[in-house]
């Protein structure tokens, strides 16, 4: 599925969650950014400047509100998944951040959907998964 941002500027997430259809057979080829909610992308070695930089910031000037990272490695138990929400500043600020072998945890005070975090929950919580009770 291909993002559009301009005619001559586009990407290819892993994962495009939309928050409404495209309503021709153009957007269905091109999705317009504004029918996305969020973008998810696997980080590969091949791209990973692609995956860090290049494609959170064309998400970023496209007003895509979430993008969710998420790396794997070839060591047991090795994963990551980084969540971020649109700053104030026009860039991503992480939101949630889980790391394999522990749990995290966002709480916030809004009741709105899907959640947001406050900023006092923003940090990440990471305990051992085998001492939480």
């Not at 559009?4 to 892993?14: A, C, E, G, L, N």
């Not at 590969?44 to 692609?50: A, K, L, M, T």
């Not at 895509?64 to 600020?93: C, I, W």
């Amino acid at each position: 599925m291909n993002l559009t941002f301009s005619p001559r500027r586009w990407i290819q997430p892993d994962v495009t969650v939309l928050h409404a259809l495209p309503k021709t057979d153009e957007e269905d080829r091109w999705i317009p950014a504004h029918l996305c909610t969020m973008a998810v992308e696997f980080v590969s070695p091949g791209s990973r400047r692609q995956d860090f930089v290049d494609k959170p910031v064309r998400c970023a000037e496209g007003r895509v509100p979430y993008f969710l990272r998420v790396e794997l490695s070839r060591r047991p138990g090795h994963a990551q998944a980084e969540l971020s929400t649109l700053g104030r500043f026009g860039g991503y600020d992480t939101v949630a951040r889980a790391v394999g072998g522990f749990r995290s945890t966002c709480r916030s005070r809004s009741t709105s959907t899907p959640p947001t975090c406050c900023p006092e929950h923003a940090a990440r919580v990471r305990q051992p998964v085998g001492a939480l009770t």
